[in-house]
Nanobody, 123 residues
Framework: VQLQASGGGLVQAGGSTRLSCAAS????????IGWFRQAPGKEREFVAS????????SYVDSVKGRFSISRDNAKNTVYLQMNSLKPEDTAVYYC?????????????????WGQGTQVTVSS
């Protein structure tokens, strides 16, 4: 089982970037996918999640209206489009997979984790 997050980097405040999470080694269609982030000295926090069908999504309040999660089951990939970025969005972003149809913000409810990708937003 592997989740490979990519697309991070240095972005100016107000800018945009898109993260990708490529999955392999399991039946991707059966899993809900979440994005989390962890800033230095802080706990890992939920950002967004999408059901296996792609029809239902959930976001933390701080990113609503700025971030958008989507998935392409044919490519076994989930995306996180990040717009209007702020310095406080700076963190390592992780994707995770959960073999349940319901969405959750709880990190302990996810079965598999990727290695993370750094996003740095400069002011």
């Amino acid at each position: 089982v592997q989740l490979q997050a990519s697309g991070g980097g240095l972005v100016q405040a107000g800018g945009s970037t898109r993260l990708s999470c490529a999955a392999s080694g399991f039946n991707f269609d059966d899993y809900s996918i979440g994005w989390f982030r962890q800033a230095p000295g802080k706990e890992r926090e939920f950002v967004a999640s999408v059901r296996w069908s792609g029809g239902t999504t959930s976001y933390v309040d701080s990113v609503k209206g700025r971030f958008s999660i989507s998935r392409d089951n044919a490519k076994n990939t989930v995306y996180l489009q990040m717009n209007s970025l702020k310095p406080e969005d700076t963190a390592v972003y992780y994707c995770a997979a959960r073999k349940q149809p319901t969405l959750t913000m709880a990190t302990v409810q996810y079965d598999y984790w990727g290695q993370g990708t750094q996003v740095t937003v400069s002011s």
